[in-house]
């Protein structure tokens, strides 16, 4: 895995993506407002553009159309010939990869930062792909710092030797909001209230990062994913339990070896069979029942992360 370079210079070429799932209602309505009233995305040194990823997906208040435009942006889908047969979301996302990228490339956007909820209790999530993207570390960092009472946990969702494929890796520097929990298609004045807040504190900071603000090396703690755990299921492939009620929104919590996880329709309860304790998130999220999820298992560690060099103080864009 290559990590990415630290920024030298100031970000300036700032997105803020909502609707990249179109029933994820807290960044759908921040997108749209945002594209009226631009003015809230505005620092000294940059003005950050709002997006709304999936135009479809939104108007239709589903996840997706054809596919998944999260797990779109890999080099098989942005590189290959386009066709009329290609699913919307794949020729979606190589229209975000020509605004916002092209994906590893010089002219890549900065910074974009992605607006998601969970039906799942992940609170205030920070998904990032991996502990090497060290100003994505720092700007989770200041968060936590910013709002202690939130306890924002860090996600790094991306697997050893994985090709990213979220829509902020088209960018130099990403970071996705995952707030919850929340339902699909419904909009809560509370983490509507709390992404906004988020977003700004976001920008701000890249801010702080352009006008030459000193962050030093600390000490982090994240989760990693280590696997993935489907519901018991029929023959037919229809659920035959639930996740048990000891496990349902205890996200971010330890589960230990031996303790329940499933609730079948039998009536007998399903234990957990690993021989080490993990950290399992997304617990019972609308969205994985498709994808054969009902959890995702994490590992909790802790690592470095360097200090960022200090810019020079940026000058303000010449109007
Ligand atoms: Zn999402």
Request: proline share 8%; charged share 20%.
């Amino acid at each position: 895995m290559c990590s990415l370079p630290v920024p030298r210079e100031p970000l300036r070429r700032v997105a803020v993506t909502g609707g990249t799932h179109g029933n994820e209602m807290s960044g759908v309505y921040l997108a749209r407002h945002w594209l009226q009233a631009p003015a809230e995305l505005q620092r000294l040194s940059f003005s950050a553009v709002p997006v709304l990823a999936n135009p479809a997906a939104t108007a239709a208040c589903r996840r997706y159309v054809d596919h998944d435009l999260n797990r779109a942006f890999t080099s098989s889908f942005l590189n290959s010939r386009p066709t009329p047969d290609d699913p919307y979301e794949v020729t979606r996302a190589r229209e975000l990869n020509q605004l916002l990228g092209p994906k590893a490339s010089g002219r890549a956007f900065d910074f974009v930062l992605d607006l998601h909820n969970t039906t799942a209790n992940m609170g205030t999530c920070l998904i990032a792909k991996s502990s090497h993207e060290v100003f994505a570390m720092h700007l989770c960092r200041h968060l936590q710092l910013q709002y202690p009472e939130l306890s924002c946990q860090v996600f790094l969702c991306q697997r050893s030797g994985e090709e990213s494929y979220n829509l902020d890796s088209v960018a130099k520097n990403g970071l996705a909001l995952e707030l919850g929990p929340q339902p699909q298609g419904v909009l809560r004045a509370d983490i509507f209230s709390r992404m906004r807040t988020l977003v700004a504190t976001v920008l701000d900071f890249i801010e702080l990062f352009n006008q030459g603000t000193a962050f030093p090396a600390f000490e982090m703690e994240a989760y990693r994913p280590v696997g993935v755990v489907d519901f018991p299921r029929t023959d037919a492939g229809n659920l035959a339990g639930t996740v048990h009620p000891q496990l349902q929104d205890r996200d971010f919590q330890p589960l230990q070896p031996g303790a329940p996880i499933f609730q079948m329709f039998s009536g007998e309860d399903l234990l957990y069979d690993g021989e080490s304790t993990v950290y399992p998130v997304f617990i019972n999220e609308a969205a994985y029942y498709e994808k054969g999820i009902a959890f995702v298992q994490t590992e909790k560690f802790t690592f470095t992360v360097p200090a960022m060099p200090v810019l020079n103080p940026a000058p303000s864009p010449a109007s």
